[in-house]
């Protein structure tokens, strides 16, 4: 069964560093997403892409994040200065199915020292 | 804003046990997704509920979706030690071309063997 895939399952970074989380979404699926939990809280929505752009992007989702589609198949999230409150797991969901449905991947844990 | 407020908030029960957890709003969904997720890993999809006082089964799982669609259950038929987990509802709210989740509060389970 096709699923969602992420690398790394674990970034470990100093404050200030750019870091690029990657994924790669279910092959036919048009519609990207990011999403962040912080350790205890709700999974919360940051950037959504489709058509090769930014559809819809939360107020978390500021200046310092951004989203790429570099190829066919890798989907990536970049952090250019990493703060402190970075610190979370980053989801990768793409899009579709019946009911357009978000499929989830395993995450990414970003530990910002 | 539109909350997914999800009850109760942590439940342990033993092995064998039936228990019902609730995801109510206080407007109406357009359609509800189910997840659940374990520790370190990404939500995985249960169900889609879309129809007002529909009844969707996924083995001992039993999810219904309000007649006015602003509450959703979902029921646990003998619980067993592998569904300890989160249980996340969760609201596809369109916004641009795509479609970001919002999700519930959760509901952490726990079931002793």
């Known amino acids: 069964e096709p699923e969602v895939t992420q690398t790394p399952s674990h970034q470990v970074t100093q404050m200030g560093q750019e870091v690029i989380l990657r994924c790669v979404p279910i092959s036919n699926h048009l519609y990207f997403y990011w999403y962040r939990q912080i350790l205890g809280q709700k999974v919360e929505f940051l950037v959504s892409f489709y058509n090769n752009e930014i559809s819809e992007k939360s107020e978390i989702f500021d200046d310092q994040f951004s989203v790429e589609r570099p190829d066919g198949s890798n989907f990536t999230l970049k952090i250019r200065s990493t703060k402190l409150e970075d610190s979370a797991m980053y989801f990768c969901?793409?899009?579709?199915?019946?009911?357009?449905?978000?499929?989830f991947g395993p995450g990414t844990r970003l530990t910002v020292l | 804003t539109q909350l997914l407020e999800q009850s109760p908030q942590f439940l342990s029960i033993q092995e064998g046990e039936n228990l019902t957890v609730y995801c109510n709003s206080s407007s109406v969904f357009s359609s509800l997704q189910w997840y659940r997720q374990e520790p370190g890993e990404g939500p995985v999809l249960l169900v889609t509920?879309?129809?007002?006082?529909e009844v969707k089964k996924l083995k001992r799982l039993t999810f219904q979706f309000g007649d006015a669609r602003k509450d959703s259950s979902l029921h646990i038929t003998a619980a067993q030690p592998g569904d300890t987990g989160l249980y996340l509802c969760?609201?596809?709210?369109?916004?641009?071309?795509?479609?970001?989740?919002?999700f519930g509060t959760g509901t952490l389970l726990a079931v002793q063997p």
């Open positions: 969901a793409s899009r579709g199915g019946r009911y357009n449905e978000q499929f």
């Open positions: 969760a609201e596809a709210r369109r916004g641009g071309a795509t479609n970001k989740l919002i």
């Open positions: 509920v879309v129809t007002g006082g």
